[in-house]
């Protein structure tokens, strides 16, 4: 539904954080107030949320099918295509738009990904496996871990939860690496360079780690969505050593105290509008993946004049995150 225009009471303070929410505050408070804390979305769908997601449920429902139900290849590959028909739905989507901005993700295009992936990274002879625990395969791994800082309202520890593809025994190696797969409307060198220092992923390595698995970092690969095929990359590894784990989660936890802190504030501040505690970018942010959705509310003298535009969509840190 969307936003209610005089409903701007103080939201609640979130309780659970993951490394979505930490990029928005620390690259603008005010992008972390109106999509954290408010649950903001431009109305519409997103097709690069949409169509990462249903590449990663086909991948997903194909290693389950190969690795913990015993299915043959081409069973496995039959039942993610299936799962990316039942995953992509009806949405309402404008494809002569899309393909105009040179965005070419769609269905056929999600079947094709799943078979270069398959391609590049054969099941059967994949030297990523997934991981053995507990007497469960190890793909779609999720966790929440509780923090050192308390809940504002409740008192009880935030929690830091994430949500990747697969935990794998790589085999060449016999050392245990995160693998997540990302879809991208490009690959090559500055693709390859986002890795390097991304927090997600060390998040990831800490969330193992907190549960006495010691993951060694995280490998990448990559989907190239083009218009008339599909391009696979692997980024090479990057280790995450216990130093950068720790720089990591020492800024994770000032960062959310800082949210704390402007949060209280604006608790306490009874004759101003929520937002205005919570300051802005005003610089690369607005800008930055096409443009910050949240621009005609910084525009504006009177954010809640706009927030008609906006649907209130609660965002849970425990399901599947998909990334450009």
């Known amino acids: 539904m969307a936003a209610d225009p005089l409903n701007m009471d103080i939201p609640p303070f979130p309780a659970v954080w993951d490394s979505t929410m930490r990029s928005h505050f620390v690259s603008c408070e005010r992008q972390g107030f109106w999509s954290d804390f408010m649950h903001l979305r431009k109305s519409g769908l997103s097709i690069h949320l949409h169509f ?10 194909t290693r389950k099918a190969y690795y913990r139900d015993g299915c043959n290849l081409d069973e496995s590959m039959c039942i993610g295509h299936s799962t990316i028909i039942k995953t992509w739905g009806d949405p309402d989507i404008d494809m002569e738009m899309l393909r105009a901005q040179r965005i070419y993700k769609s269905l056929p295009a999600a079947h094709d990904a799943l078979e270069a992936y398959a391609e590049r990274w054969p099941f059967d002879t994949d030297p990523l496996r997934p991981l053995f625990i507990n007497g469960q395969h190890c793909i779609e791994v999720s966790f929440a871990v509780p923090l050192p800082i308390n809940h504002p309202v409740t008192n009880e520890p935030i929690l830091y939860a994430g949500r990747f593809d697969m935990l794998a025994d790589w085999q060449e190696t016999g050392t245990i690496w995160i693998d997540d797969e990302k879809t991208s409307s490009s690959l090559g060198r500055s693709w390859r360079n986002n890795w390097r220092l991304r927090g997600q992923f060390t998040g990831y390595v800490w969330g193992c780690r907190s549960f006495g698995v ?3 970092g995280v490998i990448v690969r990559g989907l190239g969505i083009l218009a008339n095929s599909v391009t696979t990359e692997e980024a090479p590894p990057e280790p995450r050593p216990g130093w950068m784990v720790d720089v990591w989660y020492w800024q994770l936890l000032k960062d959310i105290r800082r949210a704390k802190a402007c949060w209280i504030t604006m608790e306490q501040k009874q004759d101003c509008d929520p937002w205005e505690m919570w ?5 690369s942010s607005c800008s930055s993946y096409g443009g910050c959705q949240f621009i005609p509310l910084c525009q504006s003298e009177h954010p809640e004049r706009w927030l008609g535009q906006y ?6 840190p425990l399901q599947r995150s998909v990334e450009e």
Do not use: F, I, P, T
């Open 52 to 61: 990462g997601g249903v590449v990663a449920a086909g991948l997903e429902a």
């Open 214 to 216: 010691n993951a060694s």
């Open 279 to 283: 300051d802005q970018n005003l610089d």
């Open 311 to 316: 649907e209130k969509v609660v965002w849970n």
